[in-house]
């Protein structure tokens, strides 16, 4: 017998069940995991993360199970091709590409990518592979276009979990939208009026919040944090996630780190410099939304 940690798609649940989620991350479920043999195995429930949308099973098999590799994080136009499969295990895969679009304005994470193809309708999410056979990131069904999870989002949380059994979600408070996944007349209308070509455009902030009492509002634009300018939302969800290793090895749940901020002010039309205390969470949270 041997047990081998696996990604479970299939807890993947829509926003009006997460109540349902939140009592599950109290309790150790016992699972029935279908095999790609067509065999089945009780699986347990080892974690649950409500923010990322994942689950991670232990499974008992009596014979090994090859693990995935795990690749690069998507980028935008990469052809991928998400995976499925049905009742029976019969699998199933689709060709799609990573699209260059804001996400939707009810999706609360604005960190997941889109995808052009959608998911098998025998299948509610799963793996998307590159060109090579390794794992670009998680899928989840929802139409026309699936959700995708970044790999090295994912990758993080799973190492986090294996060596505390915790994951530190950062938490900004507020929304951001890319300038990049503008239409293109609202990027120039904004380059024009404010000399501005990149950045994070802040879209709401949270009530009693760090980012308010700072004095950012919606409408200023991040240009550059801790001197970096990659402003892809999943690659700074990523960068934020790995900020969080202090706060797991830290005893103060209070724990923060400084995050450096340049931020565009559209009203004065200046930029200032702002010093963030970026904190985390343990726990599942339901969000300023």
Known sequence: MGSWPKISTPLIWNHEDQSKCRELTMTWCNLLVHLPNRSTAEGQLLFFNAHYRIALLEALVD??????????????????????????????????????????????????????????????????IDGRGDVAGMTFGRLPNPDVLSISILQTCIDMWRRFSRVARPFLDMDLIAFETLDITHQEEIESEHGITDGFIVDLVCDDSTAGRLGISRGDVIVSYNGLRDFTLHTFEEYLLNLGWGFLESTDPSWTINLELEIYDPVRGTISGVTFPLGFSDICEDGCL
Do not use: H, M
């Open 63 to 128: 014979s090994p199970l090859e693990p995935a590799n795990f690749g690069s994080s998507p980028k935008f136009g990469q052809k991928v091709f998400p995976l499925a499969r049905d009742k029976k295990s019969s699998f199933f895969a689709r060709s799609g590409t990573v699209l260059l679009q804001d996400p939707p304005f009810f999706l609360k994470y604005k960190y997941w990518l889109s995808l052009s193809s959608a998911i098998e309708l025998c299948g509610t999410g799963g793996p998307a």
